[in-house]
């Protein structure tokens, strides 16, 4: 009976493959990373009207004594500096 639903609604499959309806970890704000990682700050970038992307800076272990105790600022001058940035893109059930 499966196969027979699958076929009837197609948006099925989808729905249980990605799971896009749970946002998981449960019961956990993703707007403060800092709670969940060490030296990470959650940034956000407005790229056209309307549409807000949200990042998590994180700085690499050997600048954490650094990162410290320090501003959203101080995030955003460390992604100006000669280190490289890698990028990371995720999305996840409920927060895509």
């Known amino acids: 009976?499966?196969?027979?639903?699958i076929r009837?609604?197609?948006?099925?499959l989808t729905k249980f493959v990605f799971l896009n309806f749970l946002a998981f970890p449960f019961f956990v704000d993703l707007r403060?990373?800092?709670l969940l990682l060490n030296n990470t700050v959650s940034l956000y970038l407005a790229t056209e009207p309307g549409v807000t992307v949200g990042i998590w800076h994180t700085v690499p272990g050997s600048r954490g004594a650094e990162?410290?105790?320090?501003?959203?600022?101080w995030y955003e001058e460390a992604l100006a500096d000669a280190?490289?940035?890698?990028?990371?893109l995720h999305g996840n059930g409920g927060t895509r």
């Open 1 to 5: 009976s499966v196969p027979f639903l």
């Open 83 to 88: 280190h490289p940035v890698i990028i990371y």
């Open 67 to 73: 990162a410290r105790g320090k501003d959203q600022r």
């Open 8 to 12: 009837l609604f197609p948006v099925l």
């Open 32 to 34: 403060h990373p800092e």
